[in-house]
């Protein structure tokens, strides 16, 4: 079966009107100063891992040059490779793939989980922190936490997508890159008591009358829409999310030298090997 057709993606926008978000901005509790790590980690780190929990996601600013990023986030589990075979992975915009969707270049993404066409379990965190923010507009991750619209499911909905099992493949960029995979699963899991939801709206194959199916995809499209929270990068940033429940994507940039850095933190009952960063 091929892929389904790509939907083109409208760079998602700032929204001022959602309450969530507006709260969120307000109070922009999911973001965590670092200054002064070195006299009040303890501290720090209760307010990172709160606000993890709380919204998802967490943004760390003002942290210090020579910050052990790996050692802080070796907190939340074990590490393994990305696609490019390191651990710590450098996220540059690859010269000559801005013509197709790719995590690597410099074009939109859209709302999507990582690792959704992975056999084995998707991380359950991703990290990225910033060595270079782009010069000028754009190149901002976009997360919004789907988790609240998945518990409010009707059951029938739900049994739905735990059930049907779709087929899933890589970026075009990866396929061209010669390191696509493909897999098969439904939407929603549960691993350990623990929900695991994996989501894309462009690298999924449905099956002829996957009406609920198609209906969910487009739900979580427009919540994205209209409650997703932009962050804009400053050097040394540090974004970390629950990709089991957050879904992220990027807005499009120009600047060739947006510098970010990665890491995919596994779950603990993930089968593969840990990796050493
Ligand atoms: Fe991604």
Known sequence: MAPKRLRESQAPSRRGYDPNWKVMQKTRAHVVSF????ETAKE??????SALHRFGYVHGVGIPDGFDYPGFLAEFGAFYPGP????IEDVKAEAGMDDVYYGSNRRALLPHTEGYEFTDLPPRYLALWCVTPPAGAGGETTLFDARDVVQQLPA??????????LGWVSSAGLRRKGIGQESVHPILE???DEQLLRFSLNNIVLPAGSDRVEL???RVRQEFEAGHNAVSYERNDLLHWDNWRVL???TAFEDPQRHLRRIQIRHWSDGRAAAEA
């Open 248 to 250: 992220h994507s990027r």
């Open 190 to 192: 549960t691993v350990h």
């Open 84 to 87: 490019s075979g390191n651990v």
């Open 35 to 38: 200054e002064n790590y070195e």
């Open 216 to 218: 969910f995809l487009e």
């Open 156 to 165: 029938a909905d739900r049994q739905i997508l735990e059930r049907e099992v």
């Open 44 to 49: 720090i780190t209760i307010a990172y891992r």
